[in-house]
């Protein structure tokens, strides 16, 4: 829980969360986008507000941060607050969203608030949505939905080193990153022998495979054979 108060003027603001640090550490660097009434008065003007942090310890019942800010919403003092409920995430996308491994065996993060995964993992929201809507993977590894996974072992592991092992992700997978744009992993399957199996990094290195071969090939009847379930020059192909 904490409270921004103007030293001279009435203005104050109460806020919440369970990432205290991340959340102070964005006002103080001026990482928050400029929006609502308390981060515009902030910018340039820290010195002006006093900053009270109050602790809440293990022995309170669960969320009583949530309680304790909507006690205070309650009073007309905070005038900063534009929204008068507490953990509303008024603005945002609110429904529950997945970090995964590819197969969906390992859940990394997850939050009701898209914008969580844009602040703590700093992860550009264009690139997220687009991730998450053609339910391709980020950094070649992970992947982003809407919809839980069953039997899923959760990954105890703190933001920080999520937000750092991305960091080193990023770097690795711009090293080898595929030329095509569509860097969703292709199988091909012999139909005539299952066991002779080829998997490629993206659609383009798969194009690049049939071309080799002297076979006349299109990217777009590719997509076409993966999403229909439809041979291509005698291979089943599908997704990974």
Not at 86 to 104: C, E, Q, T
Not at 188 to 194: A, H, N, Q, V
Request: glycine share 4%; net charge positive.
């Amino acid at each position: 829980m904490y409270i921004f108060k103007h030293k001279q003027r009435e203005d104050k603001y109460v806020g919440s969360s369970s990432q205290l640090a991340i959340r102070l550490n964005g006002y103080l660097n001026d990482k928050h986008k400029t929006i609502g009434l308390l981060i515009p008065k902030l910018k340039g003007n820290l010195s002006k507000f006093t900053l009270e942090v109050i602790p809440l310890y293990d022995n309170y019942e669960f969320r009583s941060e949530i309680v304790l800010e909507q006690y205070y919403l309650l009073g007309p003092s905070f005038n900063l607050n534009t929204v008068r409920v507490a953990n509303n995430p008024s603005g945002w996308n609110a429904k529950p969203l997945y970090m995964y491994n590819r197969d969906k065996t390992i859940l990394y993060y997850s939050s009701m608030q898209q914008k969580d995964f844009i602040t703590n993992l700093n992860i550009h929201y264009t690139t997220l949505n687009k991730h998450l809507k053609k339910g391709t993977y980020y950094l070649g590894k992970y992947l982003f939905t809407r919809e839980p996974a069953l039997d899923t072992k959760i990954r105890d592991i703190s933001i920080k080193d999520i937000s750092l092992n991305l960091e080193k992700d990023r770097v690795k997978f711009n090293k080898v990153k595929p030329t095509n744009s569509l860097s969703r992993s292709v199988m091909l399957i012999d139909e005539k022998d299952s066991n002779n199996t080829k998997v490629f990094t993206s659609l383009g290195k798969c194009v690049e495979y049939f071309q080799s071969k002297g076979l006349p090939v299109s990217q777009v009847t590719l997509i076409k054979c993966i999403n229909t379930y439809k041979t291509y020059h005698g291979y089943i192909c599908k997704y990974v």
